[in-house]
């Protein structure tokens, strides 16, 4: 039995979800099941093409849903889930009709991590609750939450899931966060940071993540509470979401621009330190530029190149904030 499973590339939830979702149906649904795994990135025109449903079985994990016939399985916590209306109405029909399908795909913008989500979905409905997962799906939600006790906890990279999170979040291509999916099922957090070949990949990124915080504090401007800089032409494929909250700790919002290989992106985020009521719901406003995420952080793509588009964007963006 071969299943494919698609998730939320360079991304520490996504990447979690996969690995507990595959230790589920390898302990509790087909033993022996053969994994491959295609990593998904949000562009600017999203489209789930046939070729990607090549397994026996296929999943998507902590990423948007897809209408086509040989999806199986599918867990998602976004408010932006659906590319269209018509595509939420396909997965609402599948889950009243009785269809076989729709008893395996599970949707709930209330959580704050998909791999908590897919923990709770496999207990409540299999009884599965695998106690040396725990500290993954702990730090999933950890991560994906922003729940962490200060911004300085954040950058400064001390436990081994945010040193598992710089990178992931910098990795080239798939192959290493496919590699950390593998290891997630079966090694701890601690075991996984220690093996010599994540050593190798970190040690450069720990180093980089303090180049990243020195341009942003080079590129950075807070004003009216919200924090924008643009990262174009700084070879910056990521960067730690929580460096400007750090260096200005009074910001409630940040907007910018940067540029990956496959996309230019506008990243918005909100501050998770700040202690009155956010007064924008931050999915709803990148899902009119055709992005999404949470109601306290979004994204939208661009196409590669798209720079002026993507900053016209973010203006308006930081003027909405701002007001």
């Known amino acids: 039995m071969r299943y494919r499973v698609l998730y939320h590339d360079h991304c520490f939830d996504g990447a979690a979800s996969a690995a507990f979702f595959s230790r589920f149906i390898a302990d509790h649904i087909h033993p022996g099941a053969e994994f491959a795994y295609t990593g998904m990135s949000h562009v600017a025109a999203q489209s789930f093409e046939d070729a990607l449903f090549d397994g026996d079985e296929n999943a998507i994990v902590d990423f948007k849903y897809a209408t ?54 496999t207990h409540r409905e299999f009884g599965y609750a695998p106690a040396d997962l725990a500290n993954l799906v702990h730090w999933a939600d950890i991560v994906d939450s922003a729940r962490y006790a200060s911004a300085e906890e954040a950058v400064a990279l001390g436990s081994p899931a945010l040193k598992i999170v710089l990178i992931i979040e910098a990795a080239k291509g798939h192959d290493t966060v496919q590699r950390l999916i593998r290891m997630m099922q079966r090694m701890s957090l601690e075991e996984i940071v220690a093996d010599p070949g994540m050593q190798e990949l970190y040690l450069p990124l720990r180093d980089r993540h303090q180049r990243n915080m020195d341009l942003i504090r080079r590129h950075a401007v807070c004003e009216q509470g919200v924090v924008t800089f643009d990262l174009v032409g700084e070879d910056v494929e990521g960067y730690n979401k929580f460096i400007p909250y750090y260096l200005f700790p009074e910001a409630v919002y940040t907007v910018s621009v940067s540029e990956q290989s496959f996309r230019t992106k506008v990243s918005v985020g909100s501050n998770p330190w700040v202690k009155q009521p956010l007064a924008h719901n931050l999915a709803s406003i990148c899902e009119r530029y055709g992005g999404g995420g949470h109601p306290k952080v979004g994204a939208i793509s661009f196409p590669t190149g798209a720079f002026e588009a993507a900053r016209t964007a973010a203006r308006e963006i930081q003027a909405e904030l701002r007001g």
Do not use: M
């Open 68 to 121: 086509h016939e040989k999806l199986t399985w599918w867990f998602d916590h976004h408010q932006s889930a659906f590319l269209s209306p018509s595509d939420a109405e396909h997965f609402r029909a599948l889950k009243a009709n009785g269809d076989p399908r729709g008893a395996r795909l599970f949707f709930d913008p209330a959580y704050r991590s998909c791999t908590q989500y897919i923990a709770d979905v």
